[in-house]
């Protein structure tokens, strides 16, 4: 049973416009939750992260939404850029331990 | 400043074998994480350690699988008798401390083949 999922697993947008990633948990034991980006031979790359006593964090062009009541959240990236074009993935963390839970990964393609 | 490493990038091996992994975190890390990826698939927890001391096995699949942190740096895991089901890309992970909003750093992972 996936307690974290990434129901697209990718995504096309044009360079310039907003990209939308979205994810959806199950744990309600969740509390902190994490976008991580991942290149071809890398490993996953931190991005972005917010607690659950808040609905929404903001980095540069990254910005992350906590819905808890829904327990969904989402990225956005705007503007997006064709070096923004990776696999994220989204994470949870909470409960029992502080290892991760990740999603299955959203492929994102930022064409020029 | 050096990032997680792990040895070897790449690892091919025969059914049965025994495998060790490698991985040296960001000097002064506390906590040391190992997640297993499947092919099109995310992360999956294995094991935890905070400094020399396994806290946490859960995510081990099965008792062929054992990791080590003897001298709370340097970790390794060891695959015993390799099956198929294994081949995937173990990626290890440090952070300063052991609080849960404490970044995990991920090294480039080991992709494990098993033929």
């Known amino acids: 049973d996936q307690q974290v999922k990434q129901n697209s697993p990718s995504l096309s947008v044009q360079e310039g416009r907003i990209s939308i990633l979205n994810c959806d948990y199950t744990?309600?034991?969740?509390?902190?939750f994490l976008w991580y980006k991942k290149y071809p031979a890398e490993g996953p790359t931190f991005l972005i992260s917010i607690s659950s006593i808040k609905d929404k964090n903001e980095d540069g062009r990254f910005t992350v939404f906590l819905n808890k009541s829904a327990k969904h959240l989402s990225l956005h990236i705007v503007p997006s850029q064709p070096g923004d074009s990776a696999v994220y993935f989204c994470a949870a963390s909470g409960g029992t331990g502080n290892m991760l839970t990740f999603g299955g990964g959203t492929r994102l393609m930022v064409k020029p | 400043g050096a990032g997680v490493s792990q040895s070897p990038r790449y690892k091919v091996a025969k059914r049965g074998q025994d495998v060790a992994l490698r991985c040296d975190p960001i000097?002064?890390?506390?906590?040391l994480f190992w997640y297993q990826q499947a092919l099109g698939q995310g992360p999956e927890f294995l094991t935890y350690f905070q400094n020399e001391a396994q806290l946490d096995k859960s995510g081990l699949p099965s008792d062929r699988f054992f990791a080590e942190r003897p001298e709370g740096s340097v970790s390794t895991l060891k695959i015993q008798r390799t099956q198929q089901e294994d081949s995937a890309v173990y990626l290890c992970?440090?952070?300063?401390?052991?609080?849960?909003?404490?970044?995990?750093?991920f090294g480039p992972g080991t992709r494990l083949t098993v033929l």
């Open positions: 000097s002064g890390h506390v906590s």
């Open positions: 992970a440090s952070s300063l401390a052991s609080g849960i909003t404490d970044t995990q750093y």
């Open positions: 744990n309600s034991m969740f509390d902190y």
